[in-house]
């Protein structure tokens, strides 16, 4: 008996085991697969078999030693799975508090319906302990099935949420570890009825509490995505209005054009009704060159980044502004909404500065490099005095400030979406402003 009962234990450590170790992995995403396995997920659910099966033998309940359970799921989060610290954080305490309020629940409920001490239901070897321990799984299953479900299994930011609210929810989570192990430990120490149902009650009260939180969560991601739709549409009226006060550049460079054809086509008739055709040959070579000076042509993977940096430096170009560009070839990790409003407010900041100085060597360089999930976006223009000291706060000069005033803050906004960090410095005779982007935290 005592054999089947061990084995009994080991069973329900190894599903408990798998089960905490598969909500990360479906909540967040692997790193190297889409397979549990390829994650090292069965390792570090065997490594978390171990672990309960070494504290079961030191103590009947975990209670503050649950803090171990976190640390080994978020060493799986960290070694083996996508997102961010905070979203890391919230998957290693999440099931974990799941686990530790169902099983105090059971337990006090089973200690509370049959007259024993909540220490002889955690020790027994009986019937009502197994159907106890039972229930306890299959609850803490269907918890934490009923969790991704509700998360949609998004492992991107599945609700927007924003760092301060994902921080109090984990500082939620924190105490209802310390709050549920408070209770079961007051538990142990009586026997009394009264001490039973308080404990019963007490154990429903933080399930409810965590519930409402639970809520929350889904009411604050709903408002944050609308918010968020919200922030796209205003973005759209801005780029729309840009475009409309682009379109007599593009009209100009179109007029230049036909012009310059004109003139061409005049002169290469000159010199063929004189038969001069060596002389047309060097001309037509020579007007190659000056057509491929005045054409920034830019040959990625990605269609947004060529779109964007071919057409906001053909426009530099048609500024008389010296313009080059020099960019890695894929944007891996970067969503291409997130990519288009960063290059283009960037790229529209340098042009529109460098196209109101009197300097005849009016430059822009754009320049994207990426080391291990890491791209750093470095845009810098020609500037005739300090604009951090005549505009430190980098307010818009445009007319329509409410619009164009968002270009920096969009630029800001998107470097804190990725953990990364947004600059802005002068060197020289140059303004820059450098954006660092990490997709692999």
């Known amino acids: 008996m005592n054999i089947l009962w061990d084995l009994f234990e080991i069973s329900v450590n190894c599903f408990q085991g798998f089960i905490m170790m598969y909500f990360p992995f479906k909540f967040l995403g692997g790193k190297y697969s889409d397979k549990f396995l390829k994650n090292h997920g069965l390792l570090f659910a065997a490594m978390y078999t171990l672990l309960i099966s070494c504290l079961n033998s030191i103590s009947a309940f975990e209670h503050f030693l649950a803090f171990l359970y976190v640390t080994l799921i978020f060493l799986f989060c960290i070694t083996c799975l996508q997102g961010k610290i905070l979203h890391k954080l919230f998957a290693s305490f999440f099931p974990v508090v799941i686990g530790l309020i169902i099983s105090a629940l059971t337990s006090s409920g089973t200690a509370f319906l049959l007259n024993k001490s909540i220490n002889e239901v955690f020790v027994s070897h009986d019937p009502q302990r197994v159907i106890s321990v039972l229930v306890t799984q299959l609850l803490i299953l269907y918890l934490i099935l009923l969790s991704l479900r509700i998360f949609n299994k998004n492992p991107h930011d599945p609700y927007q949420l924003r760092h301060d609210e994902l921080a109090l929810i984990i500082t939620n989570l924190i105490f209802s570890i310390i709050i549920g192990a408070l209770f079961v430990l007051i538990s142990f120490d009586t026997d009394s009825d009264k001490s039973r149902l308080y404990t019963f009650i007490g154990i429903m009260a933080l399930i409810v509490i965590n519930i409402v939180l639970f809520y929350f969560i889904i009411d604050l991601g709903k408002k944050n995505s609308a918010t968020l739709e919200y922030e796209k549409l205003k973005i759209q009226v801005a780029y729309n209005e840009q475009f409309i006060e682009n379109a007599d550049t593009e009209y100009n460079v179109i007029q230049k054009l036909r012009h310059d054809s004109k003139a061409m086509y005049q002169v290469l008739s000159d010199f063929l009704s004189k038969g001069e055709i060596e002389k047309a040959r060097k001309y037509l070579r020579t007007m190659a060159d000056i057509a491929a000076e005045r054409i920034i042509f830019v040959n990625t993977d990605n269609d947004f980044a060529n779109s964007i940096i071919n057409a906001k430096l053909t426009i530099a170009k048609s500024f008389d502004i010296s313009a080059s560009c020099m960019t890695v ?43 291990i999930g890491t791209y750093t976006f470095l845009v810098r223009n020609t500037i005739e005095e300090s604009v951090l000291t005549n505009n430190p706060q980098l307010l818009s000069t445009k007319k329509n400030k409410e619009i164009s005033g968002l270009g920096t803050s969009i630029i800001r906004d998107i470097a804190d979406k990725y953990n990364g960090r947004c600059d802005f410095y002068e060197k020289g005779n140059e303004f820059c402003c450098s954006v660092i982007l990490n997709t692999e935290v």
Do not use: H, P, W, Y
């Open 329 to 371: 070839n894929s944007f891996t990790g970067i969503d291409d909404i997130d990519l288009c409003r960063l290059l283009s407010n960037m790229l529209d900041n340098a042009i529109t500065a460098t196209s109101e100085i009197k300097s005849t060597d009016k430059r822009i360089s754009v320049n994207i490099s990426e080391d």
